[in-house]
């Protein structure tokens, strides 16, 4: 299976949120990360979250290395979310409303 | 999806942007490029559970419009975009559904109708096709 090729949604998320280059950024239901690899590399930080564990096993496994300093993963229901450090530049909602 | 939306609020820089993401309530349509055009096969199955994708889609749509009318918070921007799955056959878009969805699934008879269609072309293309809609979201209060 070959998932938006196009670049369709991270080229519309791009769009919509610049602030993602260089910013600090909370996703929301990251699942094995399919998303958040897309733009993870222009941020400052990402964390991901997600109740899926296995999903964010997956992710953790299939994680390229120059993202892993970037990125930290959390198996956390979105009612646990805090700010871990400080406030966050974008909130990402990645099909999980 | 309303507390989500709040607790978000409360994370972010004053002034800082939610993105939602989320398919809108249409099905998602089983297609296949021919090369002559697109021919629509089928949508996948829903099973008519509140957990149907549809619904739930449905469900964060209105979520939002009731923060927006009461006034918690502005939609600043909006964009729709396709989200598609590319298989390479009925077979593998069958499987991968059913390893990865609960609440809805190929149809043996949109699968069929797949397989005749990719059968009279040779370089047809197939792929699972949702409208997914993106909002940038300002709060205006918490």
């Known amino acids: 299976m070959r998932l938006d090729p196009e670049g369709n949604e991270s080229g519309a998320l791009a769009a919509l949120a610049p602030e993602l280059a260089g910013g600090r950024v909370l996703e929301i239901g990251s699942g094995d990360g399919r998303l958040t690899r897309r733009y993870a590399d222009r941020a400052r930080a990402v964390i991901a979250t997600d109740p899926d564990q296995a999903a964010l096993a997956k992710f953790e496994r299939s994680m390229p290395a120059h993202l892993r300093e970037r990125i930290e993963l959390r198996a956390e229901p979105w009612h646990r979310l805090e700010p871990w450090g400080g406030p966050f530049t974008v909130v990402i909602f990645a099909w999980s409303l | ?142």
């Open chain 2, 1 to 142: 999806m309303v507390d989500a939306l709040r607790l978000a609020g409360r994370l972010l820089v004053p002034g800082g942007p939610v993105i939602d993401l989320h398919p809108t309530a249409e099905p998602a349509h089983v297609e296949i490029e021919t090369g002559a055009g697109t021919v629509h096969v089928g949508d996948l199955t829903e099973d008519g559970t509140e957990r149907t994708p549809s619904r739930r889609h449905a469900d964060a749509d209105a979520a939002l419009a009731a923060l927006v009318q009461a006034g918690t918070v502005a939609v600043d921007a909006r964009r729709e975009i396709a989200f598609r799955r590319y298989a390479d056959s009925p077979a593998e878009l069958q499987q991968y559904l059913a390893e990865t969805r609960t609440h809805s699934w190929l149809s043996d008879d949109t699968r069929r109708q797949a397989e005749s269609v990719m059968g009279a072309h040779r370089t047809a293309v197939l792929w699972l096709r949702e409208q997914v809609s993106l909002s940038r979201l300002r709060f205006i209060r918490s």
